[in-house]
C-alpha cells in the first residue's frame, strides 16, 4: 500500500488517463491489448482508472505496443522541438496478432518521439493466402513504400501489385489488408497518420 504523499505524487502525472487515451485513439480494447502486453485487461483496467500504479517494466510493454517512449507518461506538453533517433537494437517486433496467423511483423521507428503527429514502421510481410488474414481498418491515412521483395495490398477487395520501389496512399479507414506475393523477402516502410 502506498502512502498517500506517494500516491498524490504519482496521480499528478495522470498515467491512467494518458494510458486510456492512447488505446482509444488505436480503438483498441483492454482485451486486445492485454494480447499484446501479456497483461491483463483487469490489471489495464485498475492502471487506467488510477487504482494501481504499473512498475517501470510493464509501463514500458505498454509503451512500446503504442510507439512511446515512457517520457510520454511523465512528461507535460513541451514548447521545444522533438528529436528522436531509433537504433536497430533497440527496436522490439511485434507480430500483427499475436495469436493466430499474421501476414506481417513491424517495429516502431518512432516511439520515443512524443505527441507525434504520424506513426512510422518498419515491416516485414509473411506469404500468406490471399483472404486468409482478415482486413483491417484504422483511422487516418496510411503511405507503404516497398524497400524489397513484391506484395499485394488488398483495398476494398481490389489487389494493389506493389514491387521494390512502388509507393501506395490510401484512406486507412477503409478495409485493406497485405501479403508478400514473391519468395524472396519483402519489407516496407509504412507511416500512418495519428
Do not use: W
Not at 511483423?105 to 510481410?125: G, I, Q, T, W
Not at 483511422?139 to 521494390?164: C, I, N, P, R, W
Amino acid at each position: 500500500m502506498l502512502s498517500a504523499t506517494l500516491t498524490e505524487g504519482l496521480e499528478r502525472y495522470e498515467i491512467g488517463p494518458k494510458l486510456r487515451v492512447l488505446r482509444l485513439k488505436k480503438k483498441m480494447g483492454l482485451v486486445e491489448l492485454g494480447k499484446h502486453t501479456a497483461l491483463s485487461a483487469a490489471m489495464l483496467s485498475k492502471i487506467e482508472r488510477g487504482r494501481l500504479f504499473p512498475t517501470l517494466p510493464t509501463l514500458l510493454r505498454i509503451s512500446l505496443v503504442f510507439g512511446v517512449g515512457l517520457e510520454y507518461f511523465f512528461t507535460e506538453a513541451r514548447n521545444k522541438p522533438t528529436v528522436a533517433v531509433v537504433r536497430k537494437a533497440e527496436r522490439v517486433r511485434f507480430p500483427e496478432h499475436p495469436e493466430g496467423r499474421s501476414s506481417y511483423s513491424f517495429e516502431c521507428l518512432d516511439y520515443p518521439a512524443p505527441e507525434r503527429k504520424m506513426n512510422a514502421y518498419y515491416v516485414e510481410f509473411e506469404p500468406v493466402e490471399a483472404g486468409s488474414v482478415p482486413p483491417q481498418t484504422h483511422s487516418g491515412a496510411e503511405v507503404l513504400y516497398v524497400l524489397q521483395g513484391q506484395m499485394a495490398v488488398t483495398y476494398e477487395g481490389v489487389d494493389h501489385e506493389l514491387k521494390a520501389g512502388d509507393s501506395m496512399y490510401f484512406d486507412s479507414g477503409r478495409p485493406h489488408a497485405y501479403r508478400r506475393t514473391s519468395r524472396t523477402p519483402t519489407s516496407a516502410v509504412v507511416v500512418t497518420t495519428a
